[in-house]
Every structure is written in C-alpha cells, then in structure tokens.
C-alpha cells in the first residue's frame, strides 16, 4: 500500500487542481480492549495508529466540488447545491456526507458555498477493522472546515462524523472510530465512556509497539451473530430492569446483580451479559494498569479479555484463536486479543519494539503452518490525533 507522504499528496493536488493545497491527516485505530461495551455505554479503550487518511483541499470559485482518491483513481464531481440526500454505495459518500452533514448544522456545503478540490490518499487497509472510514471523515471534516472557515470541537466533530456515518453512509456504527481519530494522542490510549463521552489518555510506554495481525478471515455468519448477540444482550439487560428498575443498560449492571437474577436467562443471554460486565471492568482495570505501569496486569486483562470473548460472547473463530494463541508463545509479548466486532478480523498484540520484527515474522510463519494463510501484519505505534500537517500547524 503507498505509505501518503504530505509532498506526494501536494504534488498530486497542485498536478490535478492547479493550487496549492491544505493537507490534514486523521489515523486509523485499534480497539486494545473493551468489546461489544459501546452500545451498553460501557468502555472501550483504542489507539489511534501511524495508518492514516491524507485529504489535500484548495476552494475552487465555480460551486463545484471536485474529490480525487488516489487509492480508488476516480474522480467525482459534485454541485453544492444539489449534494444528493443520502450515500449511494460509493467512496465518495464519505466525504460528500461531511459538506452534508455539515451543511444541517449550518456550518459548511451553503448553495452560496464556491467549492473546493480534494485529493484523498490512505494507508489504512481498507475494510481490514482499522477504521479507513472514520479516518476518510475526519480528514475530509478538517478539509471541508478550513474551508469552510469554521472550526469545531474535537468531541463536537467526531459525534458529526459518527452521523455522516449512520446517516448519510447508512452504517450503524459507534462513536469510539471517530472519537479515537480526533481525540487520540502519540504514544497514549485513549479510555472513553460511551455514556458521557468523558475520556482519559492512558500511556502506552514507548518501548511498545502495537502489531496488529489479520487472520485474513471475515466469516459469513457474522452479520446474522452480531444481530442475535444484541438481541441477547437486550434480553437479559430487560430482566435485569425487571428488578432494577434503573439498570437503563448493561452499564448500569454489576456481578451481583448477574448472581442474583442470571438464573432467571437462558444460559446464552447470560454469558453474553456476563462478557459486557466484566469486560466493562477488565477496559478501567487495564487503563489503571497502562497508567500504573504494570504491564504484567494489562497483559493477564487482555488474555482474559479473549477468553471471555472466545467463551461467553462467542465472537471468535478458530483462525484468531490460534493467532492469539501464537502470539502469547513469542518472546516480547505482552498482550495479544481478538479485536474489533469478532468472528474474524485482526488480533492485537502489544509487544516490546525490539522484537516487533521478529515476532511478526515467526507469527505470519506459525499462523500459514496452522492454517495455510498468509496474514497481514502491521507494526504501529500509537499516534497522534487529526490534525494539519500542511501548512504544518499541530493545533485545530
Ligand atoms: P474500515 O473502516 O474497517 O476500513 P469500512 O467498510 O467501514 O471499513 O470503510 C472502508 C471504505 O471507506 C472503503 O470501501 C471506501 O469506500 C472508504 N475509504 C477509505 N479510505 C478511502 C480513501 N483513501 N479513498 C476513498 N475511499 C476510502
Ligand atoms: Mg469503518
């Protein structure tokens, strides 16, 4: 994948466009711990990595506005005034759906708008977890609002992004991609409560790297297991409310109130309560542990982040299972888990920098003896929030 250098990207635009751009960047990310906790208003704890989108942007006169993905090598055109209502399937909905967005809130995309040009150009794999798109709508959000001469809260835009996303893309995810791609930090974690939207940064020590694997599965299954495993949470946080009345969600519920009344669900809907529950606790536990600097404790939460993962939430498979398991023999290793929605996808693995080399290469080796594919695996660090990075400026 071409590695978006800022000169690369100034170049692309100024050849294209004939102006020279602004360029904003906005990084991928990996969840470390806290899965399945965001629509119970739980934790989650990401990074944002050094995987990220470029978006070079310049004002045009003529209420056009002209987008180019280097990635896609397609060019769309589009007039101001008549931004369709809602995505079409296409890479472009991502970025149409910012002046759109923005254009409700009163902000950018007005018919009076001139327009502007926009070259895209990513290193985040796209569609592998590590969140291109959140990181396609924040660089595009920066772009359209330098634009547009507005500025916006980090918070206040990552919750517009998350509707550019449900709204106008018409995918139905969380906060956490956007809110870790505008309010990550270098070398730190990022704990957020889903529920108030109060977040703190957790160190990740400079010695460690994040390696993150792909097990190169995604299983076919995993759609219809997403929707029963929200249905199954629903069941059981409804009986809890049968008795307390103020668990609103699975946030609100304890161990004790799971020992008292889990006798009351099938088996299932209480395996599945009991993975948010204590993964809820595992996601503090493991920011105090980053912060404490015990690693030893961050790595035991992570193994046992995966066992309740694999166990009661059954969201694993058996190609990430033995990824983690691989990981967990490698010298270096501090902690490695299934990441993201489950049923395939990547694992994640922190490891000492030193070894990050070598435990990639003996990973990608045991994992096609095991299973005769060939995985990807990215070595990152975790990494600062959106920002400029042409005319270089750290502050929007
Ligand atoms: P993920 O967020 O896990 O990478 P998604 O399916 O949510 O996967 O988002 C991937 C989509 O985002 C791509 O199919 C494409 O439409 C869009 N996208 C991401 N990066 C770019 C880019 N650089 N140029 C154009 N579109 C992009
Ligand atoms: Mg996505």
């Known amino acids: 994948m071409t590695a978006p250098g800022v000169s690369g990207i100034r170049n692309l635009h100024a050849g294209r466009f004939a102006k020279e751009p602004e360029v904003f960047t906005a990084p991928g990310r990996v969840n470390l711990i806290g899965e399945h906790t965001d629509y119970a208003d739980g934790f989650v704890m990401p990074a944002a990595i050094d995987f990220a989108t470029l978006a070079a942007v310049s004002e045009r006169e003529d209420h056009r506005i002209l987008i180019w993905s280097e990635n896609f090598q397609e060019q769309v055109k589009q007039d101001v005034g008549t931004l369709p209502e809602r995505g079409r399937h296409h890479w472009s909905d991502y970025p149409l759906g910012v002046v759109e967005i923005l254009r409700r809130e009163g902000i950018a995309g007005r018919e009076s708008s001139r327009g502007f040009s926009m070259t895209l150009n990513g290193n985040v794999p796209l569609g592998a977890g590590l969140s291109s798109s959140a990181s396609l709508e924040v660089a595009s959000m920066l772009a359209v609002l330098h634009v547009a001469k507005a500025s916006l809260a980090p918070q206040v835009m990552a919750q517009l992004c998350q509707r550019v996303e449900n709204q106008y893309v018409g995918a139905s995810t969380g906060i956490m991609d956007p809110f870790i791609a505008c309010c990550g930090a270098e070398d730190h974690a990022l704990l957020l409560d889903c529920r108030s939207l109060e977040y703190r940064l957790a160190p990740i020590p400079r010695h460690l790297s994040l390696v993150i694997a792909n097990t190169m599965v995604k299983h076919s299954h995993a759609g219809g297991e997403y929707n029963t495993r929200r249905a199954e949470v629903e069941e059981g946080t409804a009986i809890l409310r049968e008795h307390r009345p103020e668990i ?143 005319p270089e400026d750290k502050s929007c």
């Open 248 to 390: 609103r969600l699975l946030r609100d519920a304890t161990m004790e109130d799971l020992e008292r009344w889990g006798g009351e669900m099938p088996e299932s809907v209480l395996k599945r309560c009991r993975h948010i529950v204590t993964e809820n606790l595992r996601t503090v536990a493991a920011a105090d542990a980053l912060e404490s600097g015990d690693l030893k404790k961050l790595g035991q939460l992570m193994a046992e982040a995966h066992a309740s993962y694999r166990d009661d939430f059954e969201a694993s498979c058996p190609e990430a299972d033995v990824m983690v398991e691989l990981a967990g023999r490698q010298q270096g290793c501090v902690g490695a888990r299934l990441t993201g929605g489950g049923f395939g996808g990547c694992t994640v693995n922190l490891v000492e920098t030193t070894q990050s080399a070598i435990f990639a290469e003996r990973l990608h080796e045991g994992y096609r003896e095991a299973t005769g594919i060939d995985a990807e695996i990215y070595r990152c660090h975790a990494s600062a929030a959106a920002h400029r990075v042409w």
